[in-house]
């Protein structure tokens, strides 16, 4: 699961990430609204946790640009400013959840658990599901009706971004993003080569779903079509 962290204090930027990350998270950290912006616009995010208090440009403006264009990934507030007004005001403006400085780290990750089990896709907060397969985030390990396989963290960040919106095509840029980063320099051919992992993966653990290439545009887990 891939999160954004807009965060200006750098020694709590740098606590959380490294929370955040040993919890099994890929964090994307910055420390300035405009930076938060354009990160939050690649729209490759599952939650972004968004400090309300930032220079350049303010957490709830932020908040308010991202919604203005489309990016629904949940976000929680994180703001010293723990009035009633505030936080009306946060989740009026979309935010989906706000916790008020100081905090537990255990109550960060409940409240990361909570807006992002709101998915469909999810019966278990660390278990997706397609047709014949099971796929535990934590562990990495998916299951088949052939067996089950432990993969690689690269290839469970792909594979998870496939799931989560499985019968969907992903185009290849968002791949790139959502698996690398937004600051990696990798080579396309890299993907190509992750996603003939997965399809071998997928062959030995005998499932339905396959992983299809949409010309020109990228790629989507979806059922086999039966002939």
């Keep these: 699961m891939r ?12 606590t959380l990430t490294c929370q955040l990350e040993a919890a099994g998270f890929t964090v994307d950290a910055c420390q300035n609204g405009d930076d938060a912006c354009f990160y939050g616009e690649q729209n490759i995010y599952d939650a972004i946790l968004l400090d309300r208090m930032m220079p350049c440009m303010e957490g709830t403006d932020v908040l308010t640009s991202l919604r203005r264009k489309g990016i629904t ?8 400013l723990g009035t009633l007004h505030d ?27 909570c807006v992002t089990r709101r998915s469909p896709i999810l019966t278990n907060p660390n278990i997706l599901t397609a047709s014949d397969l099971t796929f535990e985030l934590g562990e990495g390990k998916l299951c088949g009706p052939a067996g089950s396989c432990t993969l690689s963290n690269r290839e469970a960040a792909l594979f998870e971004a496939l799931m989560r919106q499985k019968e969907q095509t992903l185009p290849r840029s968002t791949l790139l993003l959502k698996v690398w980063g937004p600051d990696s320099d990798i080579e396309e051919g890299n993907l190509d080569n992750y996603i003939h992992f997965l399809r071998r993966r997928l062959k030995n653990a005998g499932s339905k779903m396959q992983i299809k290439t ?14």
């Design 87 to 113: 936080k009306v005001d946060g989740l009026n403006l979309g935010a989906d959840d706000y916790l008020v400085k100081p905090f537990e780290f255990e109550e960060l990750l409940a409240r990361i658990r």
């Design 214 to 227: 949409i010309r020109g545009i990228g790629y989507c887990l979806m059922e086999k079509i039966e002939k």
């Design 3 to 14: 999160l954004l962290l807009a965060e200006d204090d750098e020694n709590l930027n740098q």
């Design 73 to 80: 990934a949940p976000v929680i507030l994180i703001t010293a």
